[in-house]
């Protein structure tokens, strides 16, 4: 953002919202939808997956934070790539282990709302 500051208004109003877009778009990629969740776990179940869910992106974020402030005491440009690089290695890690097929043999199973499978929890 410091350059969108010494940029021309319009310049600078582009680079704004282009990085808004940007910044919105890796926020929405990141987040587990609801929908996602209910899909795969029993109705019964529903609790312990969301805060399974919300333990561990809430751990990612206390480790995250502070690696990127500290990283930004060493430049603003490793503060930007080391993320990055990190993300990128994070999204081919997870289309190694979770490869998509025609047959669907690599998709989410739906959770039947009649199992009455093993629990999870108490």
């Known amino acids: 953002m410091p ?3 010494a940029a021309p208004p319009a310049a ?3 680079g704004v919202c ?3 877009v940007a910044i919105g778009a890796g926020w929405s990629s990141v987040e587990t ?6 899909r795969v776990v029993d109705r019964r179940d529903l609790h312990l997956a969301f805060a399974a ?3 561990l992106s809430h751990a990612c974020w206390l480790v995250a934070c502070p690696l990127a402030g500290r990283l930004g005491t060493c430049g603003l440009a490793r503060a930007a790539t ?5 993300a990128v290695a994070a ?3 997870a289309r190694v282990l979770w490869p998509a097929s025609a047959d669907g043999a690599g998709q989410l199973p739906r959770a039947d709302p009649g199992r009455t499978g093993t629990r999870v929890g108490p």
């Open 18 to 20: 282009a990085a808004w």
């Open 82 to 86: 080391t993320p990055a690089v990190v």
């Open 91 to 93: 999204t081919v890690l």
């Open 12 to 14: 600078a109003l582009a």
């Open 3 to 5: 350059l969108a500051l």
């Open 53 to 55: 869910q919300f333990s």
């Open 33 to 38: 939808p609801g929908r996602l969740v209910r």
